[in-house]
């Protein structure tokens, strides 16, 4: 049996941090989940490759449940030999804006992106996580789900959703030795944070820096080992003091 680990989001940033140590550290094959930027996940699967691991791509919108439902069950009939044991949630976008000028594209879009679609990739693929009675599910939340931040009502309420329904499903599956659980990261450095002031908005850190898709991947990477299998329903942050 081949095991694998779902990561959407993959192709850049923390999701493709994420990828690639699952890969090097767990020695799993990765399903590099994304939704439009080819060149970026090939570059993550190179980066998988160089780490000695092997991967391949699996490009679907995670907010369309029939084009979920279709690609997992596709992929899982044509994979008889492979058993998924780690899903992680990690695709989302933000649309900020103060909830005033807020239109309801962008409420919409964030919360079908980040809480829509982790119910519709966990949902489609917990019945094989059953049947295998192992498996890990990872819900990439964040400081503004739990803290709540202004000119990000969207995206709070997406995240402070997933974290609710990371508690939820986690007693849901305890017993059939499934863990969910959920990370929080404040400030990382990626593509969606770089328009940000880092050098006024690092003040606020007590670390006195944004933290890196590497760090949040490294902590991922233990919740998804064998070394958290006591570990379920936890939100833990990883925002270099930021808030807890
Ligand atoms: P990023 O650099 O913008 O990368 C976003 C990833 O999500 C890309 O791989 C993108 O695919 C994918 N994606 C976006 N919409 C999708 C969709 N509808 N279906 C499938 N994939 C989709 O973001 P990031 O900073 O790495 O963030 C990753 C996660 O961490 C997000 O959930 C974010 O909310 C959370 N987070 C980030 C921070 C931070 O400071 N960066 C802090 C807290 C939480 P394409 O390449 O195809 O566009």
């Known amino acids: 049996m081949r095991k694998c680990a779902l990561v959407t989001g993959g192709s850049r940033g923390i999701g493709r941090a994420v990828a690639v140590t699952l890969a090097a550290d767990l020695g799993l094959h990765i399903l590099i989940n994304y939704a ?14 160089e780490v000695g691991g092997t991967a391949e791509l699996l490009k ?3 907010q369309d449940h029939a084009e979920v439902e279709k690609t997992l069950s596709d992929w899982l009939a044509n994979n008889k030999e492979s058993k998924v044991e780690v899903l992680v949630n990690n695709a989302g976008i933000t649309r900020d804006n103060l909830m005033v000028f807020m239109e309801e594209k962008d409420f ?51 995240k402070g959703g997933m974290i609710a329904a990371t508690k939820a499903l986690s007693q849901e599956l305890a017993k059939r030795k499934i863990t969910v659980n959920a990370v929080a990261p404040g400030f990382i450095t990626s593509d969606m944070t770089q328009d940000l002031n880092e050098d006024e908005l690092k003040k606020l850190v007590p670390m006195n820096r944004f933290g890196s898709a590497q760090e ?14 006591y570990i379920t329903g936890e939100v833990i942050n990883i925002n270099g003091g930021l808030y807890s």
Request: glycine share 6%; aromatic share 6%; net charge positive.
């Open 60 to 62: 679907f919108q995670v």
């Open 36 to 49: 439009s930027n080819d060149s970026a996940a090939e570059e993550t699967k190179k980066q998988i490759e």
């Open 108 to 158: 919409d879009d964030v919360v079908q992106t980040s809480l829509k679609g982790m119910y519709n990739v966990t949902r489609h693929l917990l019945q094989h996580f059953v049947r295998n009675r192992a498996g890990r599910i990872i819900n990439m939340a964040s400081l503004s789900g739990l803290k709540g931040v202004p000119g990000q009502v969207n995206y709070s309420a997406a």
């Open 216 to 229: 949040v991947a490294d902590l991922v990477s233990f919740l998804a080992s064998p070394k958290a299998s």
